[in-house]
């Protein structure tokens, strides 16, 4: 079967560095997406890797291994706002998102 | 980026009725949307994916006569609650997709549905 796992909650300290990982087994695989979620809205993108390596872009960096079926979404400086669900999803071989629980973020003063 | 609008934002209605949300792409032409929902704390549940001009496919255990979707336009998707119950209160967001084979969705702000 097609699954996501990514930990429920993280903590992190404001202006810290906090790394979220994300496992996947798809049937197929089109690449992998970081969604921010802020309670009550509609996910924003953050990043999408389809090639082995890091992708940077600014503070957010996502990184993809495909042999080994993993993902992290690395936050810098970590600031209040940042405070949020970080969902995962991986695009199946129909092109299709298999959306992970989602890891709620806490950042702390 | 691409601008995905949905209306209305909130929506409280009696049980029995019927309530219809619309999801509009702005300033692209989306050959596909999706229509998810989402429980508090849980995470996005696709209910169906719609792509221009044919039928939606819905997801399993998802009732196709009870959440019906039209996507008539290239810019326009809607998604009606038949005959809500108050099981049926949730967040419903929808997407859109450039391609069949795009990678990324833009969201709509997404509807908030109360069924009394």
């Known amino acids: 079967g097609q699954n996501i796992d990514q930990p429920t909650e993280m903590t992190a300290t404001e202006g810290a560095i906090v790394q979220i990982n994300c496992t996947y087994q798809?049937?197929?695989?089109?690449?992998l997406f970081w969604y921010q979620q802020h309670a009550g809205e509609a996910p924003t993108f953050l990043s999408y890797n389809v090639l082995d390596g890091l992708e940077e872009k600014g503070r957010f960096s996502s990184f993809l291994s495909r042999s080994k079926g993993y993902s992290y979404l690395l936050l810098k400086e970590l600031q209040m706002k940042d405070s949020a669900s970080y969902l995962c999803a991986a695009m199946d071989s129909n092109y299709q998102l298999i959306w992970g629980a989602g890891t709620k973020l806490i950042i702390k003063p | 980026g691409a601008v995905v609008s949905q209306h209305p934002s909130w929506v409280i209605c009696k049980s029995g009725t019927s309530v219809k949300i619309e999801c509009r792409s702005l300033?692209?032409?989306?050959?596909?949307m999706f229509w998810y929902r989402q429980f508090p704390k849980q995470s996005l549940m696709l209910m169906a994916t719609?792509?221009?001009?044919?039928?939606?496919?819905?997801e399993q255990g998802v009732e196709k006569d009870k959440f019906l979707i039209n996507h008539a336009s290239l810019t326009l998707s809607t998604l009606t609650v038949t005959s809500a119950h108050p099981e049926d209160s949730s967040f419903y967001i929808c997407?859109?997709?450039?391609?069949?084979?795009?990678?990324?969705?833009?969201f709509g702000p997404g509807t908030r549905l109360t069924v009394l």
């Open positions: 719609s792509n221009e001009g044919s039928k939606a496919t819905y």
């Open positions: 798809t049937s197929g695989f089109n690449g």
């Open positions: 997407s859109a997709r450039a391609g069949r084979e795009a990678g990324e969705q833009f």
């Open positions: 300033d692209f032409q989306a050959t596909t």
